[in-house]
């Protein structure tokens, strides 16, 4: 889905460690070597039919390589 964020992402919580799930190490192998993390968070966001609206996000980040694959998981 595409979306728009707008404004900062705010509440950014850990989800889950490295270790601790497997696909990262599958995304790894397909992004690059880093201490991958999944993330979870609030934001604002314009979807391309709707008006501004609040979600929970998701997304995979690392140091020195940033965020990667945002994904709305649920709307607030």
Not at 18 to 37: D, I, Q
Not at 50 to 76: M, N
């Amino acid at each position: 889905m595409h979306f728009t964020l707008l404004g900062s992402i705010t509440q950014v919580k850990p989800f889950v460690a490295e270790s601790g799930y497997e696909n990262l190490r599958v995304f790894e192998s397909s992004t690059g070597k880093g201490r991958w993390r999944k993330r979870k968070s609030v934001a604002k966001v314009r979807l391309p039919d709707a008006p501004l609206i609040v979600i929970e996000i998701h997304w995979y980040e690392a140091t020195g390589i940033g965020r990667k694959e945002y994904k709305i998981k649920r709307f607030l």
